[in-house]
């Protein structure tokens, strides 16, 4: 059975649970099933702490995980990253009130109050900067009117929580995090790991293409594939209309759109795009 870490609460949560459940995996019940036995699929899930998933996979207790990058470097745990998810992005940042610093140099004797103290004493140890690190377990940016620190490192989304409380980020962001799947640094991928895998990069491709179909002329056919050169390359097969063709190719759904117009001022006509419900690559 491969024995896989999902995040139980969190900004990574559903996007996780979604995931899975789209490839295939049972969903659990409610929010208090921690453990999912799926018989079907050769697989248990762990439902825990976004926090320690890297630490469970680190110890090599748990096969794989999902979890967020800014948690496994902080962790320091002995982690690979096997894929990225295309969810839960996030920039880790440095923020203080409006105006009063500059730079991460800045921060020299300073307190800065943050949930990810690993990752951010990494960083200021690479930067040479010697500051105090208060660690928090959450809503850092209050630490700053509470006089508990001068600066804040977090994650930083749309930018609203900092905004809330007269907070600025300053100097270059920490690091980009987002959802990845995790496995114990240098262990060897089992069937079962390779398959999830699979299944994984075949949602994340089922979300990121459309499939577009259209017709064409025939002598139009070389300037079409250099617009939708598909995966392996187009498939095009001959229409019942004479001197005509139809093309079926995988596009980016991000840009789809001009795609078309592109294809309708080279003749092309019948252009349909649908949405690719599940795929293997
Ligand atoms: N507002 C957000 N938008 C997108 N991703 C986020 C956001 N907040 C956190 N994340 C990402 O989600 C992951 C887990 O963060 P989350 O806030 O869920 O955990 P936590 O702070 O330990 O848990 P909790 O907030 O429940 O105490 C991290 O990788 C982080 O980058
Ligand atoms: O830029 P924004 O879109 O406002 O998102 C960033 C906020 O989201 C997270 O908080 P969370 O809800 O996880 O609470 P926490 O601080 O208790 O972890 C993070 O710690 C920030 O506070
Ligand atoms: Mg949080």
Redesign the pocket.
């Known amino acids: 059975m491969l024995r896989l870490a999902v995040p139980n609460k ?2 990574l949560s559903e996007g996780a649970q979604n995931m899975l459940k789209e490839a295939g995996y049972r969903s659990r019940r409610d929010s208090k099933e921690l453990v999912v036995v799926d018989e079907e699929n050769g697989c248990e899930l762990f439902f825990l702490r976004p926090r320690d998933i890297a630490v469970y996979v680190g110890e090599g207790t748990l096969d794989a995980g999902i979890t967020g990058r800014d948690m496994l470097i902080d962790s320091g745990a002995p982690v690979e990253e096997i894929m990225t998810l295309g969810f839960g992005a ?1 920039t880790f940042r440095l923020a203080a009130r409006a105006g009063t610093m500059r730079s991460v140099k800045d921060l020299d004797g300073q307190r800065i109050a943050t ?1 990810y103290a690993g990752l951010l004493e990494k960083y200021l140890s690479d930067e040479g900067v010697d500051a105090r690190v208060i660690k928090l ?5 209050t630490a700053i009117r509470l006089g508990v620190a001068d600066a804040v490192a ?9 905004r809330n409380v007269g907070l600025e980020v300053f100097g270059d962001p920490i690091m980009r995090s987002e959802g990845v799947l995790i496995k114990q640094q240098g262990a060897v991928d089992t069937h079962s790991l390779e398959q999830l895998v699979r299944r994984l990069q075949g949602v994340v491709h089922a979300r990121d293409f459309v499939m577009m179909d259209y017709d064409i002329r025939a002598e139009r056919i070389e300037e079409a594939i250099a617009l939708t050169p598909g995966m392996e390359g187009p498939t095009v097969s001959p229409l019942h209309r004479e001197g005509w063709v139809a093309v079926r190719a995988m596009v980016r759904r991000k840009g789809h759109q001009q795609v078309m117009d592109k294809l309708w001022d080279i003749g092309a006509r019948a252009i349909l795009v649908t949405d690719i419900y599940a795929c293997r690559l």
């Open positions: 969190g900004a996030s949930s377990d959450g809503a850092v940016e977090d994650v930083v989304e749309t930018g609203t929580t900092l």
